[in-house]
């Protein structure tokens, strides 16, 4: 062999040799490339889903306490007092609670940082509101569930026979708190009127309904600084179920006891309530509730059967050792059916149907009737129509605060008319 086939030989060597150099590097760009493109859209998918999340849960808590089965509620027609001055017509979303007797008292976690003037709380109540040291819930309605309230009224009276059919709409705190237009704004807590929400479902309401109207002595009790409302709690105080009672009485043709002939007692100097152990709140905190009572037990006896399971037999309708929530101190705990046997001999018997609102309302009941049957609304899932057309009550009563009335209360009153849903 020559050097030329020498020569020849080692380039065609070098050849191949650059040849797999070439595609070793070309693989290694393109297996680069690959990584870049997979970490880059990675990071940027991330950051798609982490926008998005945020976007929803930034609409969804600057848009709190909307219908929790799905029927939005609206917020529109803001007034200048900041306030909704009919039904709310933009979509509202948000787990509203139940009526809130009916969630389990345990603290949950919240979320953000600690609230110490005003602002939303994301707790398992759904949306609290705090505004400095009270709590409260937002109210907002549309018409199609007021409609569907009025109807699921109706549908109770006209399976009531010959009992005196009275209504109630019990209005909230938030109705009546003086919070200025500029913080309502900025922390999108828009409010219907309460006092419209009530006087459109009075007026839909069948003849036969017997509405009882407590708004303007609901505000004017609290203009006058009168303890209708719990600040960490979202029930009213007995003093609030008193004044429901009262105008009852007018309306029912009764005799009211007055509450200055009730031994008025405290329960608890230091209660802290749902809205507390939802939000942990500071400032609720220091604003506790002294939760006082009106003894009804002390002047008329009664005993207290609560349906629950089987049949859990008491004496009385007030009680004080409710280590659990202090609310129980009316009637003692939660029960689909409670029923109240008295000695008072009026020859009288009421049916009450009713949210939490009820408990406190129905102690005050005790003088007047024989027997009381309560029927909670938060917790009854069956058909009462044999209790409705039976005969045996003289008066029917339907209670609710406004807040569960605007929600989905409307289905489970149809179900206790025997009406399918």
């Known amino acids: 062999m020559d050097g ?10 070098d050849n191949k040799s650059r040849v797999m150099f070439s595609v070793i590097c070309l693989l290694v760009v393109l297996i680069a490339c690959l990584l870049i493109y997979m970490f880059v859209f990675k990071a940027s998918g991330e950051g798609d889903d982490n926008t998005s999340s945020q976007t929803e849960t930034s609409q969804t808590a600057s848009q709190p ?15 200048e007092t900041g306030e909704s001055s009919g039904d709310i017509s933009n979509d509202v979303s948000g787990n509203v609670s139940q009526d809130v007797s009916d969630i389990s008292e345990t603290s949950a976690d919240t979320s953000g940082e600690e609230i110490t003037d005003h602002g ?18 937002q109210f907002t309605y549309t018409s199609n569930v007021l409609n569907k309230y009025v109807s699921a009224v109706n549908n109770l009276s006209s399976v009531a026979g010959d009992s005196n059919f009275y209504h109630i709409l019990i209005p909230t705190r938030c109705e009546f708190v003086d ?14 009127n309460q006092n419209k929400f009530i006087t459109d479902v009075f007026a839909a309401t069948d003849q036969s309904v017997k509405n009882v109207d407590v708004y303007n002595l609901f505000k004017e009790n609290y203009q006058n600084n009168e303890y209708l409302y719990f600040n960490t709690d979202p029930n009213y105080t007995h003093k609030g179920a008193y004044i429901a009672y009262k105008e009852y009485c007018r309306a029912a043709g009764i005799e009211p006891v007055s509450d200055s002939l009730y031994t008025e007692k ?9 809205f507390f152990t939802a939000t942990g709140s500071t400032m609720l905190y220091e604003n506790f509730d002294v939760f006082f009572y ?30 659990s929530y202090g609310y129980y101190c009316f009637l003692s705990d939660e029960a689909a059916k409670m029923e109240i046997t008295t000695k008072v001999k009026t020859g009288k018997s009421v049916l009450v149907i009713g949210d939490s609102s009820a408990a406190p309302f129905v102690t005050f009941l005790v003088p007047h009737y024989d027997k009381i049957t309560y029927i909670n609304t938060n917790h009854a899932k069956d058909s009462i129509l044999d209790l409705l057309t039976s005969g045996q009550y003289d008066d029917i009563v339907v209670i609710n605060y ?20």
């Open 4 to 13: 030329k086939d020498v020569l020849h030989g080692v380039n065609k060597n």
């Open 65 to 79: 306490d909307g219908d929790n089965s799905g029927e939005n509620s609206d917020i529109s027609d803001i007034s």
């Open 120 to 137: 939303w709380v994301i707790n398992y109540l759904g949306y609290t509101y705090l505004y400095y040291g009270i709590g409260l819930e």
């Open 179 to 192: 919070i200025p237009k500029e913080i309502r704004k900025s922390d999108d807590f828009y409010v219907g």
């Open 266 to 274: 405290i329960l608890e100097e230091n209660f802290y309530g749902k």
């Open 294 to 323: 009106y003894d009804i037990d002390e002047m008329y006896l009664s005993s207290l059967n609560i349906y629950k399971g089987g049949i859990v037999k008491k004496d009385g309708v007030i009680y004080f050792d409710v280590p």
């Open 402 to 421: 406004n807040t569960t009335a605007s929600r989905t209360v409307h289905a489970t009153l149809n179900t206790l008319a025997g009406i399918a849903n």
